[in-house]
């Protein structure tokens, strides 16, 4: 059985080391993460495990605090090379007095380790302090990759660490922001420690094709999760006799129950999708998302968003003002006034696909009181969902802020899921909830996989 790859994570203090691991081991309760320094205090160790086995150890270790004392104590001691005067330092009296944090890192990585990560704040200017930690690491006689984090905060100084890596002889490097890393460079900081590691190329290049499937696997998981909510949701339907509904106090709690009913379906999603990038429950809520949180009524209900939701159909200008004053797509009741009024432009939209909101009028002006969620409804929720998953894929485990979702318009792309979900129309029994689902499983299934491939197919333009 091949060992495990045995990294150290070393650095200065608050550095990002702990919220390092936490992404790449999809750990957020591992350590301790905060804006304090010195936080971690004692080399600690977690496994990042592939189909079950340790792929690789990974070592946290504390900050380097007093680096360039250290140079200079460590060019006191007489030893023929630089590794052994590491080796007479930690064999010394030093290493449990004033250089006890330093050694313990210095420990972990000429003792336990095969390889180091030096994690770089790059937003700090390149000062003697941590010039001599890269110096005094580099006397270790270990493979070193630097990785360089806030990359993508106001203020960073990329160039200048790119020099001073440089001179320090690392030329081997990978950009990794622990927050909100970069689409594909977990697998990227593997494939350059390979250069550095040539006899465990295999294993590496191993990791790196687990961690690509893994992440295919996600993502059409995501995809799975967002299409079984559509599915629930273009499948519900709710009745009320028509002396209930003209009971004004009835209908209007009939109708709120109603968008209740959409509301859970959509939390249930977004708990989820949070499970499936190894989230906890509480990392992103419907209320702190501007597009799933406080607008999350108005978005789904709003009959000027559902106006444009319907532009985007292809329903036209003159359907997509109707949407504003129909009953059961905005669920506010419908007169027959404005049925009346209506009537020609909706009788024209019917014929290109718009037969479901066609049906329902016929329905109202009969008597028979039902609520269904109509087409511009689902694309707001399916272009939601769709956001969300995104966002979440380029999320670290290492985030101190709940997730917050931002979204300009609406993926005209998603019509085709809208589109794909005309089956669910005539099964209620589709819908999950409290009571079990109905004799037709295998094609609600089988729908569920058609449309996670049509969401999947638009998942990748906004992540490029």
Same mark, same amino acid.
């Given at each position: ?7 150290? +994570?070393?650095?200065? !203090? ?42 690789? @150890?990974? +070592? ?21 090379? @630089? ?26 990585? !000429? ?8 994690? +770089? ?14 110096? +005094? ?10 990785? =360089? ?5 106001? $203020? ?13 002889? =690392? ?26 590691? &040539? /006899? ?12 690509? =499937? ?26 009320? &006799? ?37 989230? @906890? ?21 709003? &009959?000027?968003? %559902? ?5 985007? %159909? ?18 506010? $009741? %419908? ?8 009537? /020609? !432009? ?7 696909? *718009?037969?479901?909101? *066609?049906?329902? =009028? ?9 609520? !269904? ?48 979900? $005309? ?22 299934? /089988? ?18």
């Amino acid at each position: 059985m091949t060992e495990p790859l045995r990294i150290a +994570i070393v650095g200065h !203090t608050n550095a990002g080391k702990t919220s390092l691991l936490r992404t790449l081991t999809r750990k957020v309760d591992f350590g301790e993460v905060s804006d304090r320094p010195g936080t971690t205090r004692h080399a600690e160790t977690i496994d990042l495990r592939i189909d079950g086995a340790v792929a690789v @150890r990974f +070592i946290d270790t504390p900050g380097l605090e007093d680096s360039v004392a250290l140079l200079d104590y460590l060019n006191t001691l007489a030893a023929d090379t @630089r590794p052994e005067r590491v080796r007479a330092f930690l064999r010394g009296p030093e290493a449990s007095r004033s250089f006890e944090q330093e050694a313990k890192v210095l420990r972990a990585l !000429t003792e336990s380790a095969d390889a180091a990560m030096i994690v +770089i704040d790059t937003r700090e200017p390149v000062l003697p302090k941590y010039r001599a930690e890269l110096e +005094i690491l580099s006397w270790c006689a270990k493979p070193i990759m630097p990785v =360089l984090n806030f990359v993508r905060s106001v $203020g960073t100084r990329l160039p200048e660490w790119h020099q001073a890596l440089l001179e320090s002889g =690392l030329h081997a490097r990978v950009e990794f922001d622990v927050v909100a890393p970069f689409n594909g460079s977990e697998r990227q900081l593997y494939g350059d420690l390979a250069t550095l590691l &040539p /006899a465990r190329r295999q294993q590496l290049a191993g990791i790196v094709d687990a961690l690509t =499937l893994q992440a295919r696997e996600r993502r059409l998981a995501a995809c799975r999760v967002a299409a079984s909510t559509l599915i629930d949701v273009a499948a519900m339907r709710r009745a009320l &006799p028509a002396e209930e509904f003209a009971d004004e106090l009835r209908q209007q709690a009939f109708v709120r129950a109603f968008q209740d009913d959409v509301r859970r379906h959509a939390r249930r999603a977004v708990d989820d999708l949070l499970a499936v990038f190894a989230f @906890r429950p509480d990392d992103a809520e419907l209320a702190e998302m501007p597009q799933l949180g406080g607008r999350w009524e108005d978005d789904l209900f709003n &009959p000027e968003l %559902l106006k444009e939701a319907g532009k985007r %159909l292809g329903l036209g200008a003159a359907i997509g003002a109707g949407l504003g004053m129909v009953a059961d797509v905005a669920m506010a $009741g %419908l007169s027959l006034g404005a049925a009346t009024t209506l009537g /020609a !432009t909706l009788g024209g939209a019917a014929s290109g696909g *718009w037969r479901p909101l *066609w049906r329902k =009028l016929e329905n109202r002006l009969n008597g028979v009181q039902e609520l !269904t969620v109509e087409d511009p409804v689902l694309l707001l929720l399916a272009d939601h969902l769709l956001d969300l998953a995104r966002a979440l894929e380029q999320r670290g485990h290492a985030a101190l802020h709940k997730l917050r979702v931002t979204d300009e318009q609406v993926d005209p792309g998603l019509d085709e899921v809208v589109r794909a979900l $005309g089956p669910a129309r005539g099964h209620p029994d589709w819908e999950r909830g409290d009571r079990r689902r109905g004799a037709g499983d295998a094609d609600r299934q /089988a729908l569920e996989s058609d449309v996670a491939r049509a969401l999947d197919r638009r998942f990748e333009p906004a992540a490029a």
